[in-house]
Nanobody, 124 residues
């Protein structure tokens, strides 16, 4: 089991950058593939990016590819999402999540553990 807490959201202008963090409790962080999801008003919660347990592989949706970078520091039990060149369509609540499933799944229901979310708002 893990407990997850996101931080780092805020209000920024188009083109700005933010770095989200997800702090995990316990000593089992490295046993989980991790993902970032987001939910905008009126939308379903959608997959953004995922990273495998060692941190050597990752995947992204096309909408953020080349702009966002997911990473993790297993020694610090922390997951990150570096978001560059932010656009208004990136505005959403961002959630980190942990899964015991292999293969960096993109489906929301593959993830057993979730943080509370952090708001990212990009103005234009």
């Amino acid at each position: 089991q893990v407990q997850l807490v996101e931080s780092g959201g805020g209000l920024v202008q188009s083109g700005d950058s933010l770095r989200l963090s997800c702090a995990a409790s316990g000593r089992t962080f490295s046993s989980y593939d991790m993902g970032w999801f987001r939910q905008a008003p009126g939308n379903e919660r959608e997959f953004v990016a995922a990273i495998n347990r060692p941190g050597g592989s990752s995947r992204y949706i096309d909408a953020v590819k080349g702009r966002f970078t997911i990473s993790r520091d297993n020694a610090k039990n922390t997951l990150y999402l570096q978001m560059n060149s932010l656009k208004p369509e990136d505005t959403a609540i961002y959630y980190c999540a942990a899964t015991s499933h292999n293969g960096m799944p993109a489906k929301t229901k593959s993830y057993q553990y979730w943080g509370q979310g952090t708001q990212v708002t990009v103005s234009s």
